[in-house]
Antibody
Framework: QVQLVESGGGVVQPEGSLRLSCAAS????????MHWVRQAPGKGLEWVAF????????YYADSVKGRFTISRDNSENTLYLQMNSLRAEDTAVYYC????????????WGQGTLVTVSS | EIVMTQSPATLSVSPGERATLSCRAS??????LAWYQQKPGQAPRLLIY???TRATGIPARFSGSGSGTEFTLTISSLQSEDFALYYC?????????FGGGTKVEIK
């Protein structure tokens, strides 16, 4: 069955960096686009970034453009999110999610990893 | 950016009753609209895509309708496990955006 397991969250100071990972199993990872979505404590869902199956195209929310970088290693079945210049408003649970088509719906989600930006 | 607006923010419904949730897009998204359910402490779960197609394993009591800018999620007879948060999301173009959510609570 499809499994997505995020890791790498934690507490980081403002202007710091963090790299999140999402280990995928149970499906042909290299054939699917992948997303990052975040949810601030007690708030709604915010889409963060998308990467195509072969890594050839990437899209970002304006709120993270220029600070966050999505990438993937298809040989390791792993998705990444490099987060730089972190701000308090980046505090959230970060979910990775699989896209069954191309830039469409998000059909499987991981359980999320919490990132807290605080001094 | 397309703004997705959900109403109401909270819906109080008795078990067995029908629930109707609304989602409006600030511009047409055709039928590129999905609905998700989220329970406390859990990741979201895909319910509906293409505005009206149920995802794998989703019970028939969940149905979606609409196109363009107006969409509806209907739960025909609420079960105890259906009390949760529901989000709509468009995928017509980038960036993807979600609505603010509707909480379905027990009346």
């Amino acid at each position: 069955q499809v499994q997505l397991v995020e890791s790498g969250g934690g507490v980081v100071q403002p202007e710091g960096s963090l790299r999140l990972s999402c280990a995928a199993s149970g499906f042909a990872f290299s054939s699917y686009g992948m997303h990052w979505v975040r949810q601030a404590p007690g708030k709604g869902l915010e889409w963060v970034a998308f990467i195509r199956s072969d890594g050839s195209k990437k899209y970002y929310a304006d709120s993270v453009k220029g600070r966050f970088t999505i990438s993937r290693d298809n040989s390791e079945n792993t998705l990444y999110l490099q987060m730089n210049s972190l701000r308090a408003e980046d505090t959230a649970v970060y979910y990775c999610a699989k896209d069954p088509t191309v830039g469409g719906t998000l059909d499987y989600w991981g359980q999320g990893t919490l990132v807290t930006v605080s001094s | 950016e397309i703004v997705m607006t959900q109403s109401p923010a909270t819906l109080s419904v008795s078990p067995g009753e029908r629930a109707t949730l609304s989602c409006r897009a600030s511009q047409s998204v055709s039928s590129k609209l999905a609905w998700y359910q989220q329970k406390p402490g859990q990741a979201p779960r895909l319910l509906i895509y293409g505005a009206s197609t149920r995802a794998t394993g989703i019970p028939a009591r969940f149905s979606g309708s609409g196109s363009g800018t107006e969409f509806t999620l209907t739960i025909s007879s609420l079960q105890s496990e259906d009390f949760a948060l529901y989000y709509c999301q468009h995928y017509n173009n980038w960036p993807l955006t979600f609505g603010g959510g509707t909480k379905v609570e027990i009346k």
